[in-house]
C-alpha cells in the first residue's frame, strides 16, 4: 500500500516495473487477417459496455500522475475507428506526471490514416506502429481478407509526412504464408526510412488455429534476411520487445565504421521469450485490466469505476492486480491455455 504523499508503481512480485501501458480503444476492426480472427469476425462488445471517453481519460490520468506510466499506446482491434481519437489524444497530451509528458503512440492498420495522421500529429500524437504484413498485393489480400495494399501505403506515407516518426512497421511472419517475402518488405521499409519488426506468430488467434510447427521462428527470419543483408545484433536491448539487428549490403567486408543501411527488428515471442523484462500494463476497450498479454484473469477498472470508486481506490487495484502479474506467458509449458479472448479483444 502507498503512504500519504507516495506514489504507487506498478511492480510485480518478481521486481518488474510497469511504466508502458497499452489503451485498447475499440475490439472492432476492418480486416479480418487469418492469424487474428475468423472470416466472419466477431462478436463485438456492446457499446454500454465499452469505456466512454471520460471514463479513458480519468484512468490515463491516474496512470500518468499515480502509478509512474511514462508510455501510452492506443490499440484496438482498429483504433482509428474511434470516433474520439483525435480528442483522446489531444487531452492525453496534456498529461504530465512525475516523468513529464507521457510518449504517445498508436498501433493502426492504417486504412483510414491518410485523413487522420495530419490531425493527429497537431493532437499531439508522437508516432505510429503500423500493421503490415506483405508489400505484394496478392498475399496481403489473402492474410487480410480484403485487398487494401493501396490504401494502406497510402496511410503510411501520410503519417511519414505528417512526422509521426519513426515509423515502425509490424510484420507477422509465417510459414507457407510471408516468410518467404521478408527480404522484400525489408527492402521496402529500408528505402522509406521505416523501422520493421517481424514478430513470431502468437496464439492469440481463433481458437484451435495455432499450430507450433507452422510459427516462422526468429532463427528462420534472420536465414532468410541474409540472403540479401548483413545483419549486426545490436546490444542491450532493455525492455523493449524487439532484439535488433543494423543492415549492411550483403557484398560489404569492413562494417565498422560503416553506416547502417537501416535495422530490422525481431519480436520473438515464441522462442525466445522476453518475459523476465516486460514492463507493460494492458487496458482493454471495455475496461478490463490484464497483467499480462497472456493472462487468463481479468480485472474490470470499469465495474470498480461504475460503482463509484475514488481514484485512489482505483490507483490501488490496479497496483495489486499487477503484483499478481505471472512470471511468464507459458507457451511452452503441459496444459498452457490461450486466452480466451482474441488479440483484437484484447489489444496489441
Known sequence: MKQKGQSLQLTDKYGRVATDLRVSLTDRCNLRCTYCMPAEGLDWTAKEEILTDEEILRLLNIAVNTLG????????????????????VAEAAKLSGPNGRPELSLTTNALGLDKQA????????????????????????RLARRDRLP?????????????????????????????TQAEQLLTFCLEHGYQLRFIEHMPLGPRHTWDLS?????????EILETKYQLRPRPNRGSAPAELWDVFPREAIDLDGMEPLGSVGIIASVTRPFCGDCDRTRLTADGSLRSCLFSLEEFSLRDLMRGGASD???????????????????????GFEPPKRTMSAIGG
Open 69 to 88: 506510466i511514462t508510455k501510452i499506446r492506443f490499440t484496438g482491434g482498429e483504433p482509428l475507428l474511434r470516433r474520439s481519437l483525435v480528442t483522446l
Open 118 to 141: 495530419e490531425q493527429l500529429a497537431q493532437a499531439g500524437l508522437d508516432r505510429v506502429n503500423i500493421s503490415l504484413d506483405s508489400v505484394d498485393r496478392q498475399t496481403y489480400a
Open 151 to 179: 490504401d494502406v501505403l497510402k496511410g503510411i506515407a501520410a503519417a511519414k509526412a505528417a512526422g509521426l516518426t519513426p515509423i515502425k512497421i509490424n510484420t507477422v511472419a509465417m510459414k507457407d504464408q510471408n516468410l
Open 214 to 222: 507452422k510459427v516462422a521462428t526468429a532463427a528462420e527470419i534472420i
Open 312 to 334: 485512489e481506490e482505483l490507483a490501488t487495484a490496479w497496483a495489486q492486480t499487477m503484483w499478481q502479474k505471472p512470471a511468464g506467458h507459458g507457451i511452452h509449458e503441459v
